[in-house]
């Protein structure tokens, strides 16, 4: 009786093998956090020792499968919840994006009002210490983006705007809470809020100003009540800014 012989299997597509290293280096390594930005193309592909071609087909498909996020004209970043599909509801479809974006705060004032309740229990002295301390360095970079009027500004305006927000998440404690809200965050900012807040980005960075200021400061106090309602007013600003 003749012995089966198995088939050779397919080689593994170079690309696959590329995206499987920053992966490695994203969740194993760890040498890139959510929120990252991964070094530039050709610098990436010396230290892997890959083609450019091989490495943009590898971002490629990491891009696809949610762990990096490509900002067009600022870069390739990691993202905010690595593996989650940056809009699995297809919200970027929707042609009313003024629409979509009170309704995203709508959304926003029920999860996050409510959140910081959890975070003045939950979250650890360091956590709090560190938020005042975040939001203190973030004054700087909102002032001098008030004074500028361009794309750039504004995008790093709501990159600092994003991680405030994240680290409100994280420290509630919460494994919902730390997925779904980033994941809000970030498909709406840089998918929508960029186009529709071009009319009015000074609103916007004068409510961050205001209410992050009120919010670090209430929950450095653990107060659960008060930081609730500074983020409800937080919000209501940005809905009442939207519709005038």
């Given at each position: 009786?003749?012995?089966?012989?198995?088939?050779?299997?397919?080689?593994?597509?170079?690309?696959?093998?590329?995206?499987?290293?920053?992966?490695?280096?994203?969740?194993?390594?760890?040498?890139?956090?959510?929120?990252?930005?991964?070094?530039?193309?050709?610098?990436?592909?010396?230290?892997?020792?890959?083609?450019?071609?091989?490495?943009?087909?590898?971002?490629?498909?990491?891009?696809?499968?949610?762990?990096?996020?490509?900002?067009?004209?600022?870069?390739?970043?990691?993202?905010?919840?690595?593996?989650?599909?940056?809009?699995?509801?297809?919200?970027?479809?929707?042609?009313?994006?003024?629409?979509?974006?009170?309704?995203?705060?709508?959304?926003?004032?029920?999860?996050?009002?409510?959140?910081?309740?959890?975070?003045?229990?939950?979250?650890?002295?360091?956590?709090?210490?560190?938020?005042?301390?975040?939001?203190?360095?973030?004054?700087?970079?909102?002032?001098?983006?008030?004074?500028?009027?361009?794309?750039?500004?504004?995008?790093?305006?709501m990159k600092?705007?994003?991680?405030?927000?994240?680290?409100?998440?994280?420290?509630?404690?919460?494994?919902?809470?730390?997925?779904?809200?980033?994941?809000?965050?970030?498909?709406?900012?840089?998918?929508?809020?960029?186009?529709?807040?071009?009319?009015?980005?000074?609103?916007?960075?004068?409510?961050?100003?205001?209410?992050?200021?009120?919010?670090?400061?209430?929950?450095?106090?653990?107060?659960?009540?008060?930081?609730?309602?500074?983020?409800?007013?937080h919000m209501?600003?940005?809905?009442?800014?939207?519709?005038?």
């Open positions: 009786m003749s012995q089966s012989t198995s088939l050779p299997q397919p080689a593994t597509p170079l690309s696959q093998q590329v995206a499987a290293q920053l992966r490695n280096l994203i969740f194993e390594e760890r040498r890139f956090q959510p929120g990252d930005r991964i070094p530039d193309e050709r610098s990436l592909a010396r230290e892997l020792g890959v083609s450019r071609t091989s490495l943009r087909e590898a971002i490629k498909t990491l891009v696809a499968n949610g762990v990096l996020v490509i900002r067009r004209g600022v870069g390739t970043f990691v993202s905010e919840t690595p593996g989650r599909q940056p809009d699995p509801f297809g919200f970027a479809y929707t042609e009313d994006k003024r629409k979509l974006l009170l309704d995203w705060y709508q959304v926003r004032l029920i999860l996050e009002s409510e959140a910081m309740e959890m975070v003045a229990k939950n979250a650890t002295d360091e956590e709090l210490r560190n938020l005042v301390a975040l939001e203190a360095e973030q004054r700087t970079v909102v002032e001098e983006s008030l004074e500028q009027d361009s794309p750039a500004s504004f995008i790093a305006f600092e705007d994003q991680a405030f927000h994240s680290a409100l998440a994280q420290a509630t404690h919460s494994i919902v809470m730390n997925q779904v809200l980033p994941a809000l965050h970030e498909w709406a900012y840089f998918n929508v809020a960029a186009a529709e807040y071009s009319n009015f980005p000074r609103k916007m960075k004068e409510n961050a100003l205001d209410s992050h200021h009120s919010i670090a400061a209430l929950l450095s106090l653990r107060d659960g009540r008060g930081a609730n309602l500074a983020m409800r007013y209501l600003r940005a809905m009442e800014d939207i519709q005038h």
